[in-house]
């Protein structure tokens, strides 16, 4: 069965990075892109960005750009988010998700990761 | 940037009751990439609907969505308990609605 299997939650202090990772099993990786959305406390979903697992290709979400990274080692099927500068504003649950083609569609998702930016 | 525009913010309903949710896009957005999402409280969200209109896997046939250009409806026929949750619509496998909180008259 299909699995995104997330790193634990992080506490951070502003100005640091953050690095999550998102193991995936039961699925051909590399035919597929990942999506990572974040959510603060109390509030809505929020696009972050995407990553083809087949070439590395990225997207990322416009406020975003410069701050963020997205990776993928296809040797052990993981996907990373690299989050850099941190403010306390970038705390939030942390979720990947595999997009389904043609559709464009998040059809399985991690469990989330919490990332705490506190000083 | 198309966005998206859900409403209401909140509806109140009892169960048994239709719900019927919209998603706005500020501007034309194809039927194919138009998703809805359910997500309840410390919980991953979870795919409804996809394409618009097709319900993904194991999803109830209470569940049904409908629209095309800008303008999009998730609508549940008989409001289950286990229904009342958040909903977010989202465009393209990117941006969201801000979501409809669906809850308990």
């Known amino acids: ?119 | 940037e198309i966005v998206l525009t859900q409403s209401p913010g909140t509806l109140s309903l009892s169960p048994g009751e239709r719900a019927t949710l919209s998603c706005r896009a500020s501007q034309s957005v194809s039927s194919s990439y138009l998703a809805w999402y359910q997500q309840k409280p410390g919980q991953a969200p979870r795919l409804l609907i996809y394409g618009a209109s097709s319900r993904a896997t194991g999803i109830p046939d209470r569940f049904s969505g409908s629209g095309s250009g800008t303008d999009f409806t998730l609508t549940i026929s008989r409001l289950e308990p286990e229904d009342f949750a958040v909903y977010y619509c989202q465009q393209y496998g990117s941006f969201f609605g801000q979501g409809t909180k669906l809850e308990i008259k």
């Open chain 1, 1 to 119: 069965q299909v699995q995104l299997v997330q790193s634990g939650a992080e506490v951070k202090k502003p100005g640091a990075s953050v690095k999550v990772s998102c193991k995936a099993s039961g699925y051909t990786f590399t035919s597929y892109y990942i999506n990572w959305v974040r959510q603060a406390p109390g509030q809505g979903l929020e696009w972050m960005g995407w990553i083809s697992a087949y070439n590395g290709n990225t997207n990322y979400a416009q406020k975003l750009q410069g701050r963020v990274t997205m990776t993928t080692d296809t040797s052990t099927s993981t996907a990373y988010m690299d989050l850099r500068s941190l403010r306390s504003d970038d705390t939030a649950v942390y979720y990947c998700a595999r997009i389904q083609t043609p559709y464009r569609v998040n059809d399985y998702w991690g469990q989330g990761t919490l990332v705490t930016v506190s000083s």
